[in-house]
């Protein structure tokens, strides 16, 4: 079956440290995303990639740094530069074309800093 | 940039009600979607709305996008438990590349 898979689902880490967190989809998408959700809020824009080797910022992306090397894979780095990133990270894909069919959504990362 | 804002942030329906959530944005839009988050899962894609005054249904479900394409609705009816979630939408602005997010309406089913 096609999806999206991201992983680990928890994760914890302590304060300074980088964390790499992982989004691999077998849908053929061309677009890649990135968001943030925190308790009880909406989803925010860290980055984003139509195409390999190529990627945009998004509304939140200090702190955070991504790479497209393979058409199935968008990993994220939550660095230490990242103020607050305790959060759900959700990763997400689409057609390139004004993502037409929605957008398929792994089921996320609860990342807690400690 | 694109806003995207919805209205209510909370909608508490007693089980078998009707209510409606509204979405609005500050830009024209070329589509918007819609999607439905469970508590403690992800967003799940329900509906894309593309033309001027569209107005889709499933089951209970009613969309309407606006003949400006810049809000949009979800009436639901006939509210069950299995309504319970967080409903976003979400457009895509007319020169964009990317989906700017509501920040959704949670909806609470009371028995």
């Known amino acids: 079956d096609g999806g999206i898979t991201q992983s680990p689902k928890y994760l914890f880490r302590k304060e300074g440290q980088n964390v790499t967190l992982s989004c691999e989809q077998n849908?053929?998408?061309?677009?890649m995303y990135w968001y943030r959700q925190d308790p009880g809020q909406g989803l925010r824009l860290i980055y984003y990639s139509q195409i390999v080797n190529d990627f945009q910022k998004g509304d939140i992306a200090e702190g955070y740094s991504v790479s497209r090397e393979k058409k199935e894979s968008f990993p994220l780095t939550v660095t230490s530069a990242q103020k607050n990133p305790t959060a759900f990270y959700l990763c997400a894909s689409s057609l390139r074309d004004r993502g037409l069919g929605g957008y398929t959504f792994g089921s996320g990362t609860r990342l807690t800093v400690v | 940039g694109q806003q995207v804002m919805q209205i209510p942030q909370y909608q508490h329906v007693q089980e078998g009600e009707d209510f409606t959530t509204y979405c609005n944005s500050s830009?024209?839009?070329?589509?918007i979607q819609w999607y439905k988050q469970r508590p403690g899962g992800h967003p799940v894609f329900l509906i894309q709305?593309?033309?001027?005054?569209e107005v889709k249904k499933q089951k209970r479900l009613t969309f309407q996008f606006g003949e400006a394409k810049k809000n949009s609705s979800l009436h639901i009816t006939a509210t069950q438990t299995t309504d319970v979630g967080t409903y976003f939408c979400a457009g895509f602005g007319a020169a964009g590349n990317k989906l700017t997010f509501g920040g959704g309406t949670r909806v609470l089913v009371k028995p």
């Open positions: 849908l053929n998408h061309d677009a």
């Open positions: 709305l593309v033309k001027s005054g």
């Open positions: 830009t024209t839009l070329s589509n």
